[in-house]
């Protein structure tokens, strides 16, 4: 189902592209979502057997706004049960594609594994005790881990409503400031999401950062 959907959504960013009706960076970019983020007439099991029939009707609202700004929506990646422990045993368990016996990370391993091997160009994660932070260091890719309420939690399976963000994974701190920049602000479905105004975050990577040039031209 959702290869078709994208099939079609990729077409259909290639003519809104070129008739001039460009979106922003990440139109028509390839993005794969945890398995904990709501996603309409798709499949959404928190990496739990007993959801594995569960089809949101309605979209996420960081799911939403990845699909406002065009890009292309490819498919579930697998975590931990309930973001917590271990994967089920039933489903097909990440392996870190630079070495299948290193660790791919805890509970976001799909996000990193997938996103680190191309399989994706980005996707997201959650992060309540380091799910995005472990999984993007073992795959070596980017994650960041927002400010809790800068990202809307609205259509995500909770593991600590108090704890739990939503974030991006990517290849480069520039896309992932690019992922970041469109999933970020004030949701009136999330009352803990921030009102505080998003800034453009990957302008704000142009220049120095921690020593090392930038150039935003090779990315995104």
Not at 92 to 119: C, F, H, Q, R
Not at 131 to 142: D, G, K, M
Not at 165 to 179: E, N, Y
Request: glycine share 12%.
């Amino acid at each position: 189902m959702t290869a078709e959907a994208a099939r079609i959504e990729a077409r259909s960013a290639a003519v809104e592209i070129a008739s001039g009706r460009y979106r922003g960076p990440l139109h028509g970019v390839p993005i794969a979502f945890k398995d904990l983020n709501f996603t309409k007439g798709v499949a959404t099991t928190f990496g739990m057997r007993v959801h594995k029939d569960f089809v949101p009707e309605f979209d996420g609202t960081p799911v939403h706004r990845l699909k406002v700004a065009g890009a292309v929506i490819l498919g579930k990646l697998n975590l931990h049960e309930g973001a917590f422990g271990e994967h089920h045993a039933d489903w097909e368990k990440p392996l870190n594609p630079w070495n299948t016996d290193y660790w791919p990370g805890g509970s976001s391993s799909g996000s990193g594994v997938a996103t680190a091997s191309g399989m994706c160009f980005a996707s997201t994660g959650s992060d309540t005790g380091g799910s995005i932070r472990f999984p993007s260091h073992a795959c070596s890719v980017t994650g960041v881990k927002p400010t809790w309420g800068r990202v809307s939690r609205y259509g995500a399976f909770p593991l600590s409503e108090s704890l739990d963000t939503i974030g991006p994974v990517a290849r480069s701190a520039a896309d992932c400031a690019a992922m970041l920049t469109q999933m970020a602000g004030y949701d009136a479905h999330d009352p803990t999401s921030l009102r505080a105004p998003v800034p453009d975050f990957l302008a704000a990577l142009d220049g120095v950062f921690r020593g090392e040039r930038y150039d935003k031209s090779a990315s995104t």
